[in-house]
């Protein structure tokens, strides 16, 4: 199988616009989760305030400007969340312009629920205003694949392009699918991640009557965490056959070494251990070096009492009492939980701690649970590591589970 590296990172979160300004954050332990007021429209039932990660204002004028023309008006939020990172990765890995854009890359992003902010002024139109016509952009706008559609238009990428949708772990199929099209050689490239921007006042509530949600912070593994707090944002990363980066001369970031799926076949909200822990071992059987030595976990870690006890069941079940000895991190505490494009975000921060041997601390830590007794969760402050290898977690409502394993 040929072997797959990482040659451009880009990301967007409430931690910033850029990968740099997220890993700033995270390292040095600054969260961008702040309380909002959500649904005040005269159609709606009345404001909603909540905790959130929200993307900092001035990335659209920031996107336009990078691509010399007004592009964002004429797209979603969740399109534009993808689009930026992918404009930062790309030109990172010195692709821009390459021949090999035109037929011998792919795209591959991950989204949730799509173009939701578009969805929701469409139907405030139609029942709220009573109005009989909608907006002739309001389908392009909502379509999952708007986002690479505008991506392969901004690049000029005539190569195989799609979506996938699989819940919060979206970006991390988009990932193994743009992997696996480079190991088959049917591209030599390929942009990969996904995004999410699902802040709107109706999805909102929808997301407060799962009562998942906490009413104050995400506080991964930690003895009273209470639910998970919704971010908005997107990360890209371009991946290429080794032999296509060397023979261009590319900086590699690192190498995406295997990776695992699995179906819990089991409940739609309920996760289950079983089904998560097939997932690493698939990843960890591709990536023999994760049998040995230092593993850099990038939990799903979405704060929630289920969730958070699973995983940590799993991650004992694969490694054993090895399991309490590797750092355990979960960056949802910082930048929220992007959904689709959560996976994306943490293995473009992972990559980062590999490269730096550094590993974030779980912000808004206050005590150990014994149910997640069995691993090492990094609190407090940044942490010095030695794993040359990081295994990053990705486990969706509907029992969708992906773990992918990198090497620094």
Not at 63 to 87: E, H, W, Y
Not at 317 to 341: M, N, Y
């Amino acid at each position: 199988m040929k072997r797959i590296v990482v040659t451009g990172l880009g990301a967007v979160s409430a931690l910033g616009t850029s990968f740099e300004e997220n890993w700033q954050a995270v390292v040095a332990g600054r969260g961008g989760i702040a309380r909002c007021v959500m649904g005040e429209s005269p159609y709606g039932p009345g404001g909603l305030e909540l905790p959130m990660a929200r993307v900092p204002e001035g990335l659209d004028a920031q996107l336009d400007a990078a691509l010399g023309r007004p592009v964002s008006a004429g797209l979603d939020p969740f399109a534009r969340f993808a689009l930026a990172p992918a404009v930062e990765a790309l030109r990172g890995s010195g692709l821009e312009g390459h021949p090999v854009l035109d037929e011998r890359t792919a795209i591959v992003f991950g989204h949730g629920l799509g173009g939701l902010a578009t969805l929701e002024v469409g139907y405030e139109r139609f029942f709220g205003l009573k109005s009989p016509r909608l907006h002739p952009s309001t389908v392009p706008k909502v379509m999952v694949s708007a986002g690479v559609s505008a991506a392969a238009m901004a690049f000029g990428v005539r190569g195989p392009v799609f979506a996938t949708s699989s819940a919060c772990a979206s970006s991390a199929h988009a990932i193994a699918q743009g992997a696996a099209m480079i190991a088959a050689g049917q591209v030599d490239a390929a942009l990969v991640g996904g995004s999410e921007a699902i802040s709107t006042a109706g999805c909102v509530r929808a997301w407060e009557a799962i009562r998942a949600m906490s009413p104050t912070t995400c506080r991964p593994f930690c003895a009273d965490r209470d639910g998970m707090v919704l971010g908005e944002g997107g990360a890209v990363l371009v991946i290429e056959a080794l032999e296509h980066a060397e023979a261009r001369g590319a900086a590699i970031l690192g190498e995406l070494v295997g990776w695992g799926m699995s179906s819990d076949a089991f409940h739609i909200t309920q996760p289950s251990p079983e089904g998560q822990a097939r997932a690493m071992r698939q990843a960890a059987a591709q990536a023999a070096a994760l049998e040995r030595g230092d593993i850099l976990v990038s939990a799903h870690g979405t704060g929630t009492p289920l969730n958070d006890a699973a995983e940590t069941q799993a991650l004992v079940e694969v490694f054993g009492e090895r399991a309490r000895a590797l750092p355990v991190i979960a960056t949802k505490s910082a930048h929220g939980h992007l959904i689709g494009g959560s996976a994306a975000l943490q293995a473009v921060i992972a990559l980062k701690a590999l490269a730096a041997g550094l590993a974030p601390p779980v912000l808004n830590y206050n005590a150990p649970d014994p149910e997640c007794d069995g691993v090492d969760v990094v609190v407090g402050q940044v942490r010095p590591i030695k794993a040359r290898h990081a295994l990053v977690n990705a486990f969706a409502f509907g029992g969708l589970n992906v773990s992918m394993a990198f090497a620094a």
